[in-house]
């Protein structure tokens, strides 16, 4: 059960190749990353990838109006039809011709295709169309004479418009009308990559490569379609007034029959007249830059293009009012999609693994993501487990979050391939070996490279290793074959260890004990003791040459993997083989394109290049030059479980046996292809992993570069060629009984409980490990008798507590109440516990993890609820001294009012004496 790993995320790639899609509701956004789809939660700030898995990459993806169904076409031409409720793969329909563009109808009753010249229409299935039956054809559109390349439909879903490689766009009848057939818009000059209905009209736009842009108005409302009647449906006037039609069209000639039935059928067809014609030539620069992408938002009239240089454009239509234009990358924009509001413009761009959302009308970066460009060489876990580190060939080093699944922080002070990466003891800091000559540390706190650490001659890194305090560095050399020693503290160069005559790839610290190992391509492994001594301790001679080890958590034993796919174990105190397994098999491995051997001839010269050891050391993970990753238990030498990284065939090497389809009478049709000009395409020698990018066609290889267990244990992590591989355990297998007895049910806990015999009812809970009934025991139990419960608790089932305890932190609501018990179960089992480190060191390292973040969640809802506390005391005060100013002005006014009213009756008083005076 504890082996139960199962995909569940995939990091360091947000994006392949494709189009991005928002989903209805416009606060999520869908990429196509590989053969897989994820999906970034823009307002919740969480990334998922889903539990599907195509057969080759995939290239075209569609969903459907209520944001149930998504199809996703691969580049093979195969469509999966998935949902997004149950997150599985509904059917598989093969169109056996790349597609390059899908678009569901705004009703969600049908969905229109691009293949070749023809555009394909068929019923979605859901309850709204009545239609359950998946991928039923409709109908076939014919018309273009090159291939089809965007659709658009108008708001009534009758109506659907689609451009071509033939210049030329075409609007279709998705239903029988009299007035509407086909129709066909010409004046551009360049392939069409965009066509837009305006809302609610017939009106269209239509975009060009070379960044031309057409408006077109159309005479005829959308009420205006007059639906034709079938020939059951005609009166019998109207079907004599067609038999007259005929016997006209004998008595007449030919000639004159077609004039006529052209002229009426010109008179009550729709018109289209083409009232503007914009360019971008003046926008884009200078060179020759061509338009890549394009989208229009219907609501709000926003029409947004990008282009191959990396700018786009936004316009108000239809007067083409330009609204705002900015350049987000270097290379072309590949793909352009509004949400449903259109406050929201997500961007891909395929050169680089760009993922970008801004908002225009704040000018702002809703999300900002981007992957390694080139493949990834190295991860390391934080202690916690809860950041990934990794590194890159393209000399990046990326840090991502594993409960959100975003990078938060890039470095890119290295200028050549990162080789090594690794966090010190407290987490906090980040070092990493690189090709360039230099190790450096950076602050996770201040985001920056503080310390760099460098050698008396020009070294290339291949390996790297900190000891458990984090105060000394060490790195291997790749090309002098020495050992260089720094003090973290100073960056002074301590000492240099000579002694292998090979490249040192792989270094590693005990965790335990004041001692370093080292592996290297001279067939020998050495142990140092660099803190007494400061020399060799022990040299153990192998078989053939190391390419990577790795220390057990205690220390005793040491890991070596070597060129002849032996995994072989070490006693590090008396320095004797304790076991050996041969991996040969297990590995396996595929066929490449260009290989003229078989599959199992081929495994002979693979091998493992990484290896980790579980958190309780039982168990070692390796993975190397193939798709699988085998699991291996260290003291019966079996594997446990092979897992299969992709099933991508996109990749090459991932096929097990040649494609005879492929086969022609000069050979491997994959051997002689040949370019434009007519000469052969590079073909790359044996033993070269890194393809020719510069070629026309180029395959990567599929491989594992690096493979790390959590601290936590319920994960592990692999660098692929596909990205960043995240396992987890499954967790829906919930019956996992310990210890299962007769007596062992749900009633008789139930029972318990209500004797309140809280001990025997959690021991029973425990026994039958029913995670909902242990909730409903502990939840029942008074805080008053948690200390007696935990002191009396059976040491066998205080790890159990601890682990359901740190499950709970993370997802409910009663925090307060799991943290007394952790903190009981702690104080009291704390000498035990730590007696048992080894077992238990996943287990409290999950506990940390868990409250860790509640703790941080919890300070940003804190700091949240002050500010907003202290805006709503500062505006209630405003409004008491606006008050009192109104009511200190309503007094001064009545003052003034009887001051005057005062002095009117002086005046009258006044008036009144002169007069009988007078």
Not at 248 to 254: I, L
Not at 458 to 464: G, N, T
Not at 687 to 700: E, I, L, S
Request: hydrophobic share 35%; with cysteine.
């Amino acid at each position: 059960m504890k082996y139960s790993y199962k995909f569940s995320n995939l990091l360091g790639t947000v994006y392949h190749r494709g189009n991005v899609i928002f989903t209805p509701d416009g606060s999520r956004i869908i990429s196509p990353v590989g053969n897989r789809l994820s999906i970034f939660d823009l307002k919740n700030n969480q990334s998922e990838t889903l539990p599907i898995e195509s057969n080759f990459t995939i290239t075209c993806i569609a969903i459907s109006p209520n944001g149930t169904t998504l199809i996703a076409v691969n580049e093979d031409g195969e469509a999966l039809l998935c949902s997004l409720l149950s997150r599985s793969v509904l059917h598989r329909y093969h169109f056996h011709k790349p597609i390059l563009d899908i678009k569901f109808s705004p009703d969600g009753r049908k969905f229109a295709v691009t293949k070749d010249t023809l555009i394909q229409v068929f019923h979605a299935p859901g309850p709204h169309s009545r239609e359950f039956n998946p991928f039923v054809l409709d109908r076939t559109f014919y018309g273009a004479y090159d291939d089809t390349t965007c659709i658009d439909w108008t708001t009534d879903s009758r109506v659907f418009a689609a451009g071509s490689k033939d210049m030329n766009t075409r609007v279709y009848a998705a239903g029988t009308f009299s007035n509407l057939v086909i129709y066909g818009l010409g004046g551009h000059s360049d392939i069409i990559n965009g066509c837009f209905f305006e809302k609610n009209s017939l009106d269209l736009y239509t975009l060009s490569q070379n960044g031309q842009l057409c408006v077109w108005e159309c005479d005829t409302d959308l009420d205006g379609l007059i639906p034709c009647k079938a020939k059951r449906d005609l009166s019998e006037d109207e079907l004599e007034a067609l038999e007259a039609t005929k016997q006209e069209v004998y008595k007449k000639g030919e000639a004159d029959a077609k004039k006529e039935e052209e002229k009426k059928n010109t008179e009550g067809r729709i018109l289209y007249k083409r009232l503007a014609k914009h360019s971008y030539k003046d926008l884009r620069g200078e060179g020759f830059v061509q338009m890549t992408s394009s989208a229009y938002q219907k609501q709000s009239h926003i029409l947004v293009a990008g282009f191959s240089n990396g700018s786009f454009f936004i316009h108000e239509m239809p007067e083409f009012n330009l609204i705002h234009s900015l350049s987000i990358s270097e290379q072309k924009i590949t793909t352009v999609a509004f949400n449903n509001t259109g406050d929201w413009i997500g961007f891909g761009c395929a050169e680089f693994g760009q993922l970008l959302v801004w908002e225009w009308q704040s000018e702002s970066y809703i999300l900002k993501q981007q992957g390694h460009f080139s493949n990834m060489s190295s991860l390391a876990y934080s202690p916690d487990g809860q950041n990934i580190v990794t590194g890159g060939q393209d000399g990046k080093i990326k840090v991502w979050n594993t409960s959100n699944g975003f990078c938060f922080v890039t470095f890119t002070e290295h200028t050549s391939g990162v080789s090594c990466v690794t966090f010190n003891h407290n987490g906090q800091v980040i070092l990493s070996a690189s090709l360039d000559g230099t190790v450096r540390a950076f602050d996770l706190n201040r985001y920056r490279n503080f310390r760099t650490f460098t050698s008396p001659q020009p070294v290339q890194f291949a390996s790297l290793a900190v000891d458990p305090s984090g105060e000394i560095v060490c790195a291997g050399g790749q090309d002098n074959f020495e050992i260089y020693v720094w003090s973290m503290q100073t960056g002074r160069l301590l000492d240099i260890l000579a002694g292998h005559v090979g490249p040192v790839n792989g270094l590693c610290f005990s965790k335990t004990r004041a001692m370093l190992a080292s592996a290297s391509w001279d067939k020998t492994l050495r142990l140092w003791d660099i803190f007494e001594s400061k020399g060799c301790r022990e040299t153990i001679n192998l078989t053939s040459d190391a390419l990577a080890i790795a220390f057990r958590p205690d220390g005793l034993q040491l890991a070596c993997a070597t060129i002849d796919c032996h995994i072989s174990f070490w006693d590090t105190v008396n320095g004797t083989l304790t076991g050996s397994i041969e991996g040969r098999k297990d590995l396996g491995g595929g066929r490449r394109e260009t290989d003229k051997i078989t599959a199992k001839k081929s495994r002979e010269g693979r091998s493992f290049t990484t290896l980790c050891y579980t958190a309780d050391g039982e168990c070692i993970i390796a993975g190397g030059q193939s798709k699988s990753v085998c699991l291996y238990h260290v003291n019966e030498q079996i594997l446990l479980k092979r897992f299969e990284i992709t099933k991508n065939f996109s990749f090459d090497g991932t096929e097990e046996y040649l494609d005879r389809r492929k086969m022609t009478e000069f050979g491997n049709i994959n051997l002689i292809e040949e370019s434009e000009e007519g000469a052969n395409r590079h073909i790359a020698l044996p033993g070269v992993r890194k393809g020719d990018m510069a070629a026309r066609h180029f395959r990567p290889d599929v491989r594992v570069t690096c493979v790390k267990f959590s601290p936590t244990g319920g994960a592990w992590a692999a660098t692929t060629t596909e990205g960043l591989l995240i396992f987890s355990l499954d967790h829906n297998l919930v019956f996992s009984p310990f210890d299962l007895d007769v007596d062992v049910t749900p009633e008789n806990v139930k029972k318990m409980l209500g004797a309140q015999e809280y001990l025997k009812a959690l021991t029973l809970a425990f026994r039958l490990n029913e995670q909902l009934l242990i909730q409903e025991v502990v939840e029942r139990i008074a805080t008053s008798d948690v200390e007696f419960i935990s002191r009396t608790l059976p040491d066998i089932y205080v790890d159990k507590l601890l682990s359901f305890i740190a499950s709970q932190i993370e997802t409910s609501a009663h925090i307060e109440f799991y943290l007394m018990w952790a903190q009981k179960l702690l104080y009291l089992h704390g000498g035990r516990l730590k007696n048992r480190s080894m077992s238990v060191m996943s287990l409290l390292t999950t506990l940390q993890k868990n409250i860790t973040n509640k703790y941080r969640d919890l300070s940003k809802v804190c700091d949240s609820n002050k500010y907003s506390i202290q805006y709503l005391l500062s505006l209630a005060e405003s409004r008491l001294k606006r008050k009192a100013s109104e009511m200190e002005g309503d007094a001064a006014a009545e003052e003034s009012e009887t001051d005057a009213a005062h002095d009117a009756s002086v005046v009258e008083s006044d008036s009144d004496s002169e007069s009988a005076s007078l």
